[in-house]
């Protein structure tokens, strides 16, 4: 089905033949989870190119593949196959490629196209599979701040909780975390992106923790912000406001709007309360295989929602010396609305 979508693409851009070398789009139309490879797909035919250490991974993860052994330099290797095959025109993740290889393969009777973005576009709409993958990695997370706030105390430092929670998820099934955990306390969460420090949490400081769990190929990504002690009152202002924006945008992003429109769902809120300078990145993205992936759901984004799209939406507003707050869930778009993966509680706890 996967492959069938994307000779559909071909077809229409008149190519013969597609090279693909990004690992995450190798995996998704493969299977193939071995680090070395790339893909030569035709009309007729689908190979997977790989050198004698992944023969036999590949043999039994790419059923539908034929597996050639690449022998030497991978990109000697498809030059040979796309000679011998005499495809003239030949697609190629531009944004991946690079000169050397663009070089080797840009021969006298072969043109090369760009193909960039394509099966990144086609990885938007998840199958079940992916779906139930992306809910396990959720329900990990969950487990985590559950475990996290009964394990948590003033005086510990931020990269003794992101040692904590990696530990954690692990034990829960994950292979590891999905990108470099954030924990950013007090005045460290007016950084949107505050990996863990050596900075000992205090009593009074807000916590913003973003983490996510990759299992299975699959990512989940989810911020919560809460607190050790009571906090400064501005402090539980905002994440009121941006509690507000985000349930909002819970209750009317859906399927058919833009990018664009669900971005100013939450933003238009979070200006009316004045903080509109202070809240700076996008409502949120796709997730998948990559924890950043389409669609965007930001300003400048015209991609429409469609139904089993897997995103996250995620305000939040960072104020200079004072600090932050974020909240974020992973959705399904659904035909009637959105479906929460993530479920951990967005009370403002006080610890």
Known sequence: MKINNLRKVMKQKDLAAVVVL????RRYLSGFTGTSGSLLITHEQAQLITDFRYIQQATTQSKDFEIVNQNGPMIEKLNELIK???????????????????QALNTENVELSSFEGVIESLRMVKNDYEIEQIQIAADIVDDTYEHILDWIKPGMTENEVNNEMEMYMRKQGATCSSFDTIVASGHRGALPHGVASDKVIEKGDMITLDFGALYNGYVSDITRTFAIGEPKEEMKKIYNIVLKSQKAALERVKMGMTGKEADSIAREIIKEHGYGEQFGHSLGHGIGLEVHEGPALSQKSDIILEENMCITLEPGIYVDGLGGVRIEDDVLVTKNGLQRFTKSSKDLIIL
Do not use: D, H, P, R
Not at 22 to 25: D, I, K, L, V
Not at 89 to 101: D, F, P, Q, S
């Open 22 to 25: 990004s690992s995450f789009n």
């Open 84 to 102: 011998s095959g005499q495809y003239n025109k030949v697609g190629v993740e531009a944004n991946l490629i690079t000169y050397n290889e663009y």
